[in-house]
């Protein structure tokens, strides 16, 4: 594969895994709203961060595309960590909720993410191969 083929697939397995990360988030926020307003309304926002970023990533953005989705990921992630550990404002901890299918497919998708962002930033399977 060369240079353009590589990006071209970390661009897509990124859009990919930010619109999976969004559209858990918009799934499960209905749920969230339940629980407590802000946390709906925080995934609401999650969604719509992600939608944003990956049209961002799809255009090239690398300023504001790439960074808005790995804000999104990191920050889920680290809701999702804090939700099952130390609890939220108004929401008890939930130390049983670790194998819940939406967030455990929303934290794979984020983690992954993570790494390929990692990868487009210090251009790792850009250069020719």
Avoid: C
């Amino acid at each position: 594969m060369n240079s353009k083929q590589n990006s071209q697939m970390l661009m897509w397995l990124a859009i990919a895994l930010v619109v999976v990360t969004g559209l858990v988030h918009f799934i499960d926020a209905q749920d969230a709203l339940s629980e407590a307003a802000y946390k709906g309304w925080l995934f609401y926002a999650n969604g719509v961060g992600a939608i944003v970023a990956a049209i961002g990533i799809l255009r090239g953005e690398r300023a504001w595309g790439w960074n808005l989705g790995a804000l999104v990921a990191l920050a889920s992630v680290l809701g999702y960590v804090a939700s099952r550990t130390i609890g939220l404002p108004q929401i008890p901890a939930e130390p049983d909720a670790w194998l819940e299918p939406l967030g455990v497919i929303s934290v794979l998708a984020e983690a992954a993410f993570l790494v390929v962002y990692g990868w487009a930033r210090r251009g790792i399977g850009m250069q020719a191969a």
